[in-house]
């Protein structure tokens, strides 16, 4: 094929696409490297779909332009785009009991005319293509006789044996148990690392896709807003700005793919956050500020935070409950400026909540901003674990604490008890 | 086929595919016999000696039984009119139930394969009523006597082919949707049928011919229609039956039909374009027969299975079978007189279709669904 020289396989290039007035896509840009594996993630109703629609031609975008292989999707006949683009839809569930090998046949239409039958070439092809799904010995059985996860390989056979070199995939794991989608995706990355085959799959599984894709396209309503490798793509606040969940982010100890504990909606529907509850200003850092803004979020209340160091785990949290906060560039003392912005921060919040932090030099201005509430708003000092050594700024941060139990501010042992100080009346709270 | 497969390759099933291809054998075999066992059948009991040497006397030129009542004890004079009757009546009859038999049988096949619906039938899209009307304007206003034998042909063709059309086109734009077609053919039909007891309510002169039709019959079979009849579904036929690997993946969905380079609104249209126009034809000549359409694609479907390159062909070949048993199951047990030929398709049809439905576990051949 004499194909124009793009080094892009897939290139979309400012798709606007529209059902009714609602647009489904909005000026997305694109551009896919023959043997990237991307995955496309984004909450349901992000696009995902409808940008794979739009590439198979399925759908015509009112703007922008979809090109394969350097040619424009829409000056490609029927037949030529399914030399170029295969699909594995989502749920295909074929109703006849073909045998399998006739149903991965199937892939080979696009290249006969109506009078052909297949050739030994066409068989030949069948035949490795079963053996790459692992199904070789199944070739003779009824299509409808295959468990789940087996159909899901006949299904991603049939597109394979289109030969084509790009591949589309749209939630290929949805209905497959942990071990097929494991072994599902493990194949496409396989077909992927020989360099001919481009695969881009929606996938709901960030860790799956970070495990397996070597690039990570965020659509979140209708737009891009995130791409590049998993490791660059995922994070807490990813996942709280796009899906509205609070996660934590973890790395696994053997590849390095980042992965996703999730735990809760940002905002959960509860009453408090409608009224608005707080905010609630926690001072921390080091992470001893995250359980308990956690809590409080959970309990309903906005939080902010600060001022706090970049790289601290407890900004990472504060920014994927969607807090406010106060943050100075990472190891630096904290500064005028972020002061300036703590004290904005402090006089907002209805309550403050001191976190057990460890107070060095750089951080001291906290503890000492703090002093500013006393008597105007509740103090909440959480207890510090006996015997950790905590004052780094030789018996100034103790002093500093004295002064504001003396000054009114609560002590409280933990997470409940905090809650609990919180809940009461202000004024026996600022007691 | 078996010289083609590469080493390696998969063996086809032996079992079921020795068991397919003597079932195909078995249909050719009764169908031939079949054939000849009909020029027995008909209005008038024929001597089955000078049945066969006038057929093969006429197949042969004349070369074979110059005398074609040699032999027996036939009087010259009824000679000639067992001649006219086999060669001009019965043969023309036999012919056109296959005809039309196999017209009904791919029409519905591709039918039900487009619109992946087990219940399509080739009358889905109005031809039925289209048609109707079309023949009760001759039936009623009597042009009949006073024309040709081809007009009713051409009124009741030009009524099917109009209502197909004219429903194709009030669905256009919206012909993704099976459903809205669907609907809009049953809406259009209704209203024909309305305008129909309307026309036969002032002229009830017409109403027993017109009831007559809406069951269908051969009764108007001659060379001629033959001729017509069967270059007609021939062209129409081959052009439908091309579309068996289309249909195969339209089975998986419009999108995946799509996605693996089958234009599928295209085929769409032409798949019901061809099926209305070829089921048209039959109407023209025979009237409504209800249930070949119907049954005969499913009757393939549990012999040789879902391949609708296999489908198309045996539904035409069950089709032709089962319309030709239904003339002769009417002049065995009526002797001497032709019905409509759909109360037979539906006596023998429905208990067969049902035996075949409920006989194994599913009860459609078209998938669980």
Not at chain 1, 305 to 333: C, I, M, Q, R, Y
Not at chain 2, 156 to 173: E, M, N, Q, W
Request: neutral net charge.
């Amino acid at each position: 094929m004499n194909v124009p020289q793009d080094p892009a396989a897939l290139r979309l290039t400012g798709v606007t696409v529209r059902y009714g007035t609602r647009p489904a896509l909005r000026e997305v840009n694109l551009a896919v490297r023959p043997g990237e594996f991307v995955a496309l993630a984004g909450p349901n109703g992000s696009g995902k779909t409808t940008l794979l629609r739009a590439v198979l031609g399925f759908l015509t975008p009112v703007e922008g332009e979809v090109e394969v292989l350097g040619r424009p999707i829409r000056s490609l006949s029927v037949l030529e785009r399914a030399r170029a683009v295969a699909w594995v839809p989502q749920g295909e569930s074929p109703r006849d009991d073909v045998r399998l090998f006739d149903y991965v046949l199937y892939g080979r239409f696009p290249y006969h005319g109506p009078l052909d039958s297949e050739t030994a070439d066409d068989r030949a092809i069948a035949t490795r293509v079963l053996d790459e799904i692992g199904l070789a010995d199944r070739a003779d059985d009824g299509i409808l006789s295959l468990s789940g996860g087996e159909r899901q390989r006949a299904v991603l056979g049939r597109a394979l044996a289109q030969t084509t070199p790009i591949l589309l995939l749209d939630e290929p794991t949805s209905h497959l148990d942990i071990g097929h989608q494991l072994d599902l995706l493990a194949r496409v990355r396989h077909l992927t690392e020989g360099g001919h085959v481009t695969a881009i799959a929606a996938l709901h599984d960030l860790n799956l896709a970070a495990r397996f894709a070597d690039r990570i396209v965020v659509l979140s309503h209708g737009r891009r807003v995130a791409d590049g490798p998993p490791s660059d793509v995922i994070s807490e606040a990813l996942l709280a700005e796009v899906w509205g969940v609070v996660a934590d982010l973890r790395r696994d100890p053997a590849t390095g793919a980042p992965y996703l504990l999730p735990h809760h909606l940002v905002s959960p529907p509860r009453p408090g956050v409608l009224l608005g509850k707080g905010p609630v200003h926690v001072v921390g850092g080091g992470g001893s500020a995250g359980p308990y803004l956690r809590a409080l979020s959970e309990a309903g209340y906005r939080v902010t935070a600060g001022a706090l160091n970049l790289l601290d785990s407890d900004l990472e949290t504060a920014e994927s409950l969607g807090a406010l906060t106060a943050v100075e560039v990472p190891f630096a003392p904290i500064g005028a400026e972020v002061r300036e912005r703590l004290r904005v921060l402090l006089e907002a919040a209805t309550a403050v909540v001191v976190a057990p932090f460890p107070v060095g030099p750089s951080n001291l201005p906290n503890l000492d901003e703090v002093r500013g509430c006393l008597g105007r708003r509740p103090v909440l000092l959480v207890r510090r674990p006996s015997g950790e050594e905590w004052d780094f700024v030789g018996g100034r941060a103790r002093a500093l604490e004295e002064e504001l139990r003396r000054g009114g501010a609560r002590e409280v042992a933990g997470i409940t008890e905090m809650l609990a100080a919180l809940a009461e009346p202000r004024s026996r709270a600022s007691n | 086929m078996a010289a083609l497969e590469p080493t390696g390759a998969v063996p086809a099933l032996p079992l079921r595919t020795r068991r397919r291809r003597l079932a195909a054998l078995g249909l050719l075999a009764v169908t031939l016999g079949l054939v000849a066992f009909s020029t027995l059948l008909g209005s008038v009991t024929v001597p089955p000696q000078v049945v066969y040497q006038v057929v093969l006397h006429q197949l042969s030129g004349g070369a074979l039984f110059p005398e074609q009542c040699a032999g027996t004890t036939v009087s010259p004079r009824l000679c000639g009119a067992y001649v006219v009757i086999v060669w001009q009546i019965y043969i023309p009859e036999i012919l056109l139930a296959l005809i039309v038999g196999a017209a009904l049988g791919l029409s519905g096949g591709a039918l039900q394969g487009i619109f992946r619906n087990p219940l399509a039938d080739p009358f889905l899209l109005g031809i039925s009523s289209g048609g109707t009307i079309g023949a009760a304007i001759i039936y009623v206003y009597r042009y009949q006597e006073a024309n040709a034998d081809l007009l009713l042909p051409l009124f009741a063709f030009v009524g099917s082919v109009g209502t197909g059309l004219l429903i194709l086109g009030i669905a256009r734009g919206r012909f993704g949707s099976v459903e809205t077609l669907l609907l809009t053919g049953v809406a259009v039909a209704n209203f024909l049928s309305a305008v129909l007891s309307l026309i036969l309510l002032y002229n009830p002169t017409g109403s027993e011919q017109v009831t007559f039709w809406l069951l269908g019959g051969l009764g108007l079979a001659t060379w001629q229609v033959d001729g017509i009849a069967c270059g007609a579904v021939l062209v129409l036929g081959t052009l439908l039956a091309l579309h068996g690997r289309e249909l195969n993946l339209i089975q998986l969905g419009q999108d995946v039909a799509q996605s693996a380079g089958v234009d599928s609104r295209r085929v769409r249209l032409r798949v019901i374009l061809l099926a209305s126009l070829t089921t048209a034809v039959a109407v023209a000549f025979t009237g409504i027969i209800g249930f070949v359409g119907l049954v005969s694609p499913h009757i393939v479907r549990r012999i040789w299975g879902t391949d609708y390159r296999v489908v198309l062909p045996g539904a035409a070949a069950v089709g032709a079978l089962f319309l030709l048993a239904a003339r002769d199951a009417n002049y065995l047990l009526f002797p001497g007189s032709l019905l409509p030929i759909g109360i037979f398709t539906a006596f023998a049809g429905v208990p067969f279709f049902l035996y075949l439905l409920y006989r194994q576990r599913g009860a459609s051949t078209m998938g669980s669904t």
